[in-house]
């Protein structure tokens, strides 16, 4: 054990749950209209509750597993079986590995929720999260993280698909999975509500930015100048997008809008997130800078052209980001295109097709979709009983 690294990985690990509980939960809740605020900070909260305990009895087992299967990690070690505080992954005790990959157990799910809020059913989000945290999460991070078939002396050969934070393990599956719950939930009865508490937006990017150096600097796994360098690259490329996010804003519209800064921040994150670990200062600047006008585009795409109502843009912002991430590794010479390429169609597929297929089986034990009345209300009081505000007090 090194004790250095055991340091940095605690410190990161409380980074990235950081991220989830409250950044993710104040940048997502403030997008929303006020009656339903206490909704989404339900479900991010709920959710990490939730898969840690999973994580906890199979998640970290199927994905870290000692099975020899290219493509699932077996079940010797669910609930931590034969794992004291002296067993060691690489440098560091392997309970705090299994601690760190839960962080990243709860936000994937988490990030999804930006697709359906303000619409879904609460039974659905539990039933829906566990399943496809330990069915399609899981596996696809065994297949890179975890020895798999698409990882190093797999199906690409030596060098396998190079995703460094999670660019396909976190974000094309999420991004996708939640392009598929928003199309079959169908747009909500009002989309024209601007975002009801812009202030909670920003502070809650401003929390994603600062766990996100745990993301990708405890990635390297290390206290050293890998995760040093992780660490800056994650800066500059969430600097840069956040700038030409808003710069083109301003070309388009002739405002640049606080909100349109900070999820080209959150762009910025997601598309270095794969790479960070592989380029340096210069490649971020250029990965920021495209990441900020690219995810913005595609927003547009997906609200105007495919008229799908990913509500907070989880695709456009998360899964576009990160595949874009995972695409510039090669161009920039620190990956193989058949890897890259290869992976991202391999999980982007599985990760459809898995995500179609929960989605019918939830749906026929527990609504989707909320019923129209309770829409219109919204979910705070209608599902939870509460208020996020209330001026009578």
Known sequence: MNGADTAWIIVATAL????TLPGLALFYGGLVRARNVLSVFMHCFSI??????????????IAF????????GGLDK?????ITPETLAGTLPEVLFFAFQMTFAIITPALIVGAYVERIGFGFVLTFSALWMLLVYAPV?????????????????EIGVRDFAGGIVVHETAGLAALVIAIFLGPRRNHTTPPHSPGFVMI??????VGWFGFNGGSQLAADGGAAMALTVTHISAATASLSWALWEKIKYGKASMVGLVTGTIAGLASITPASGFVGPI?????GFVAGILCQEAVNVVRNVAKIDDTLDVFAVHGVGGIFGTIMIAAFGQGAWAAQLGGLVIVGLFTVVATVVLVKLVALVTPLRVDAETETNGLDLSVHGERAYDMTS
């Open 16 to 19: 990235v749950l950081f991220m």
């Open 48 to 61: 990490a509750c939730l898969m840690s305990i999973l994580w906890l009895v199979a998640g970290y087992s």
């Open 65 to 72: 597993g000692g099975g020899s299967s290219g493509y699932w």
């Open 78 to 82: 669910i609930f931590l079986l034969g």
């Open 141 to 157: 991070v065994h297949w890179i993280w975890g020895g798999g078939f698409l990882s190093d002396g797999g199906i690409f050969g």
């Open 204 to 209: 809650g990017a401003a929390m994603l930015w």
């Open 283 to 287: 490649e971020a600047l250029i990965i």
